[in-house]
């Protein structure tokens, strides 16, 4: 019998709800009409509603669809096992290592889920600046994005500091 403690317990709950968090967000963006586009923060932050069919900013989104979405799901269900992995190693010793493979499993999750459900993953954060006139936009992204994006930087970040 696996033994959890209580600090895999608390990890396990936080991927529960950060979960829960990205797939009611996807779905209330599905809900929207196909062009939805809302103004959050004028000049910084909307809503959309967009489908990437790709990877990170679209990389294969002009593939075959069937066999696209066959390899990337393939390829991100083997990282998001190497990652388990990790996290299940780390899960017991201090620090924030285990807390931060943990936000890039909520995130393959959630994009895992988009792809085999729907065959696409729903991004609808529009974040951007507008200088001089011109508006310069992040890739759409969404909640599993946001979380695997986050932890990266971090465990880099941690990485290069040690």
């Known amino acids: 019998m696996v033994r959890m403690n209580q600090r895999s317990k608390q990890q396990i709950i936080i991927f529960i709800l950060l979960l829960a968090a990205d797939q009611w967000s996807k779905w209330w963006i599905e809900l929207q009409h196909p062009f939805f586009h809302m103004v959050v923060i004028e000049g910084y932050f909307n809503l959309v509603k967009a489908h990437n069919f790709g990877v ?9 669809h069937a066999w696209r979405t066959n390899m990337l799901l393939g390829v991100t269900l083997g990282i998001a096992l190497v990652v388990f992995v990790w996290w299940w190693k780390e899960r017991q ?22 792809r085999m459900t729907l065959g696409y993953v729903v991004d609808f954060v529009d974040w951007y600046v507008v200088w001089n006139g011109s508006a310069y936009h992040w890739p759409a992204f969404n909640v599993a994005d946001a979380c695997i994006s986050v932890a990266v930087v971090l465990l880099l970040w941690r990485s290069f500091k040690q």
């Open 56 to 64: 990170a900013f679209s990389i294969f989104s002009d593939w075959n």
């Open 93 to 114: 010793r201090a620090g924030m290592d285990s807390w931060l493979l943990m936000l890039i499993l909520v995130g393959a999750a959630g994009n895992i889920w988009d």
